[in-house]
C-alpha cells in the first residue's frame, strides 16, 4: 500500500470510528457516558464495540419480518467471518462494520464470541418466550457481558479467571436490567423476556405479559429477576477494587442500580412509560464509579 493510500485508508477509519462515536451517543446516552472515562488512545474500540451491539440488537426494529432480520444478521456473521471483511471486502464500506473489524484485528478480539452475540439476537426475532432463567442468563451472558469483556481486552486488561468473572456479573446485571426497563416495548410486540420458569413459579403466565396483566404473580417474578441482576451487580462490585486497568470496561454496568431502584417504586404498573433516572443522577454515578473503585 502506497502512503498515499494509507493515509487515505486511516482517513477512512478515523471517520468511521467518529461515526460509531454518534451512533453510540444517540442510542446508548449512559454508555457512551462510561466510555468517556476510559483512556483517549482505546475509546474509539469501545465506542466501535458498543455501537456493534447496539447495531445488533436493533435489527429487530428494523425489519418487517423474521427472514430479513435472519439475512441481516447473516451479512454480520459473513463479515466477521473473513479478513476482508466479507467477499470482495464490501463490509468495509459500513462504517460500524468497518470500525468492529479493524478493532478485533488491532486488539485480538475473539471472532468466535462476537458471532455468539450475533447468533444470540436471532432470538430476539421472533415471538417465542423465553424458557428458562438459565437460557435468559446466557443470553445475557453473550449480548452484553461478552461485550464489556471485550472492552476490558481493549483497555489492555488481563482476562483472568476473576476478571472474567466480574465482567460475567456486571453483564448479567446490566442485561438483565435493561430487559426488565424494556418490558412494556417488549410486551407491546408480543416478545415475552420474562422465562417462563420463573413466571410459572409464581403462578403468572407468559400471556399475563403479552396482555399486559400486572397480576401479582407477575410482579412476584419481576422482583425476583429485579432481585437476581442486583445480585450480579454485588458480586462484580464486590471484585472491581481488584482488576486494575479492567475497571473501566465495568462502567457502563454502573447506572443498573439507578434504573432498578426506579423500578422497584413503580412496581405495581410495570407495564407504564420506563422509569428514567434523571441525566445528572446517572452522570454522577458514573463520575463516582470511574474514581477508583469501578462500581459503587
Not at 70 to 96: I, K, Q
Not at 269 to 281: D, H, I, S, Y
Request: aromatic share 6%; net charge negative; glycine share 6%.
Amino acid at each position: 500500500m502506497t502512503e498515499a493510500a494509507a493515509n487515505g485508508r486511516e482517513a477512512e477509519l478515523t471517520a468511521h470510528y467518529g461515526l460509531c462515536d454518534e451512533a453510540l451517543r444517540d442510542q446508548d446516552r449512559d454508555c457512551w457516558l462510561a466510555c468517556l472515562f476510559a483512556p483517549a488512545a482505546e475509546r474509539r474500540h469501545l465506542h466501535a464495540l458498543y455501537a456493534f451491539a447496539c447495531e445488533i440488537a436493533d435489527v429487530r426494529t428494523r425489519v418487517t419480518q423474521p427472514l430479513l432480520g435472519e439475512m441481516r444478521l447473516r451479512w454480520w456473521l459473513d463479515a466477521l467471518a473473513t479478513e476482508s471483511g466479507g467477499a470482495g471486502g464490501g463490509a468495509r464500506a459500513h462504517p460500524v462494520a468497518d470500525a468492529l473489524l479493524d478493532t478485533v484485528e488491532r486488539c485480538g478480539l475473539p471472532r468466535d464470541e462476537i458471532a455468539a452475540l450475533i447468533e444470540a439476537h436471532s432470538f430476539d426475532l421472533y415471538d417465542d418466550p423465553m424458557p428458562t432463567l438459565a437460557e435468559l442468563e446466557t443470553y445475557c451472558a453473550k449480548a452484553v457481558a461478552a461485550p464489556l469483556r471485550w472492552s476490558a481486552q481493549c483497555l489492555g486488561a488481563v482476562l483472568d479467571a476473576e476478571t472474567a468473572k466480574a465482567m460475567q456479573d456486571a453483564g448479567l446485571a446490566l442485561g438483565l436490567t435493561k430487559l426488565l426497563r424494556a418490558l412494556p416495548r417488549h410486551a407491546a410486540a408480543g416478545q415475552v423476556y420474562v422465562p417462563l420458569d420463573v413466571l410459572a413459579r409464581h403462578g403468572a403466565s407468559a400471556q399475563d405479559v403479552i396482555e399486559r396483566r400486572a397480576t401479582p404473580g407477575l410482579q412476584a417474578a419481576l422482583a425476583e429477576l429485579r432481585a437476581l441482576a442486583r445480585a450480579h451487580y454485588a458480586l462484580a462490585r464486590q471484585a472491581a477494587p481488584h482488576l486494575g486497568a479492567a475497571q473501566a470496561a465495568l462502567l457502563p454496568a454502573a447506572v443498573a442500580p439507578l434504573a432498578l431502584d426506579a423500578m422497584e417504586r413503580r412496581a405495581r404498573n410495570p407495564f407504564g412509560e420506563p422509569p428514567e433516572p434523571a441525566q445528572w443522577r446517572r452522570q454522577w454515578r458514573l463520575w463516582r464509579a470511574a474514581r477508583g473503585v469501578g462500581l459503587c
